[in-house]
């Protein structure tokens, strides 16, 4: 059974960081496209950012490009998303997902996804 979860989310001041991490069990991790999706109250959820099986492709938002570095590291089943100069909109649940096939690129769809974590809440006040 495939496990994913999530920690790192926090309450950060505009202009701080916070690493979120999400550690992947029930599966051969380096298989796996995977990325991290967020979502605000009221509002559907949407791509952060993805990276294909190999890691050698990875999409990010436009809303995060510059600030946001996605990594994996397979020796540790553990997928992370770094995020530096927070803004208030980043505000939501963030959410790390793999993809339902072995082998695959990055994608930005929900319904291209397997398998999410719970949720990690990250809250930046304005």
């Known amino acids: 059974q495939v496990h994913l979860v999530e920690s790192g989310g926090g309450l950060v001041q505009a202009g701080g960081s916070l690493r979120l991490s999400c550690v992947a069990s029930?599966?051969?991790?380096?298989?796996?496209?995977m990325g991290w999706f967020r979502q605000a109250p009221g509002q559907e959820r949407e791509v952060v950012a993805s990276?294909?099986?190999?890691?050698?492709?990875?999409y990010y938002a436009d809303s995060v490009k510059g600030r946001f570095t996605l990594s994996r590291d397979t020796g540790k089943n553990t997928m992370y998303l770094q995020m530096n100069n927070l803004k208030p909109e980043d505000t939501a649940v963030y959410y790390c997902?793999?993809?339902?096939?072995?082998?695959?690129?990055?994608?930005?769809?929900?319904?291209?996804?397997?398998?999410w974590g719970q949720g990690t809440q990250v809250t930046v006040p304005s």
């Open positions: 990276m294909s099986w190999r890691s050698t492709s990875t």
């Open positions: 029930g599966l051969t991790f380096n298989r796996y496209a």
């Open positions: 997902a793999v993809r339902k096939n072995f082998y695959s690129t990055y994608s930005i769809q929900t319904t291209d996804y397997a398998y």
